[in-house]
């Protein structure tokens, strides 16, 4: 039996990865759950998974204790988070939290020697050189769940690192890959939205919209997969089939592909090494026809900046991460409009002075420096 933590159980990773779950409940028991402030659906997750541990925000805590069973234990997304993923009987922690609020989860439970099935982007963007290292020093397995980094996690196996020359990152393109650059100006946060390929949290899909999503993945690439962002091409491929490919030296390419189902590589965390029998159904080569195109620096910059930032490593990545997160929560909340996210995050980046090789400390003042720049602008 797998025991896992889900952090971040009520987003749409955490709720896919209940479902497997429930697949395979002889094989994989629910520990610990945690979730921002959605309480109703954790309540329902609680009933149908029985955990040990929730963690919900502080001001909401007293409210779900009222009607859960009392010998569960219910804590604060901070130290009480903590503790939870700290808790002996947890294996594996899924990190399904969006934003950067993922890191310290990140880091504790590798800290403890968990496995940690990751699906946040940000921490790694963050903080990815720390992580990394922390994984080494208490020899903690990161398996990614992000489909492109798991596609390339699968493809890479255990090959000696001398003998990759370059990663074909894959994206779908987004919600605007067929909209006229005259359309982008005015589009609304409902149009964004409407994502044709994956269905997924809004943030990210704001993220795929502007194709920084893609730029983050180039950075997490590059940290877990110790890489240099000119060893990494992205491809436009819309059918979003192959989900990223591997050119050996020998230039053999190897590329994993499946349905796209994020329940495809969030299973095949939980059960890395081994591959266990799902429900999904096989590809149809027959009615595929897959093209790859190169993406339009021009029409989506925001590819253009994480380029930038992984090239200057330090603290670039951080503040790239941080100014996005700002620019699209106002986005979301119609403060700003679409092509401010690049403005802000390049007006943000141009200013800051990036420090080579940060500490975690210095990365978290980075990350505050670079939101109030952000908040100022849209101010
Ligand atoms: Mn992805």
Not at 189 to 195: D, Q
Not at 230 to 255: P, Y
Not at 329 to 341: Q, S
Request: aromatic share 6%; hydrophobic share 45%; glycine share 6%.
């Amino acid at each position: 039996m797998k025991n896992i933590a889900v952090l971040g159980s009520t987003g749409s990773i955490g709720q896919n990865t209940l479902d497997i779950v429930s697949e395979f409940s002889d094989r994989l028991k629910v520990i610990g759950l945690s979730a921002y402030n959605n309480i109703g659906l954790l309540r329902s997750q609680i009933k149908d998974y029985s955990p040990e541990y929730v963690a919900i925000r502080e001001d909401k805590i007293s409210a779900l204790r009222k009607d859960i069973n009392g010998r569960i234990k219910v804590c604060d997304t901070n130290s009480g988070l903590k503790n939870m993923i700290a808790s002996k009987d947890i294996d594996l922690v899924v990190v399904a939290i969006s934003g950067s609020s993922a890191l310290e989860s990140v880091l504790e439970a590798i800290r403890q020697r968990k496995t940690v099935a990751l699906a946040n982007k940000e921490a790694l963007v963050m903080a990815g050189s720390i992580i990394m290292k922390e994984a080494k020093k208490y020899n903690t397995q990161i398996i990614p769940i992000d489909s492109e980094q798991s596609a390339i996690f699968q493809c890479l196996q255990d090959r000696n690192k001398k003998e990759l020359k370059k990663i074909y990152l894959t994206a779908s393109g987004g919600p605007l890959v067929d909209a006229p650059v005259s359309r982008l100006k005015n589009i609304s946060v409902k149009e964004v939205l409407k994502h044709p390929r994956w269905k997924m949290g809004k943030k990210v899909t704001v993220d795929s919209a502007t194709l920084i999503n893609k730029g983050l993945e180039l950075i997490e690439a590059m940290w877990l997969f110790d890489v240099k962002p000119e060893q990494i091409e992205i491809l436009i491929h819309r059918e979003a089939i192959v989900h990223s490919m591997v050119e050996f030296i020998d230039g053999s390419i190897i590329a994993q592909l499946g349905v796209t189902d994020m329940r495809l590589p969030i299973q095949y965390a939980l059960t890395y090494p081994a591959r266990w029998k799902g429900v999904l159904k096989s590809l149809d080569f027959k009615s595929l026809n897959l093209a790859f195109d190169k993406p339009d620096f021009d029409k989506f910059p925001c590819l253009g900046l994480a380029y930038k930032a992984a090239r200057l490593r330090g603290t670039a990545p951080c503040v790239l991460n941080a100014a996005n997160e700002i620019a699209v929560g106002a986005f979301l909340e119609e403060k700003i409009g679409y092509l401010d996210i690049y403005r802000i995050i390049n007006s943000v980046l141009s200013r800051h002075k990036v420090l080579r090789n940060p500490g975690l400390n210095e990365i978290i003042s980075v990350d505050k420096w670079a939101r109030a720049q952000a908040q100022k602008l849209i101010n």
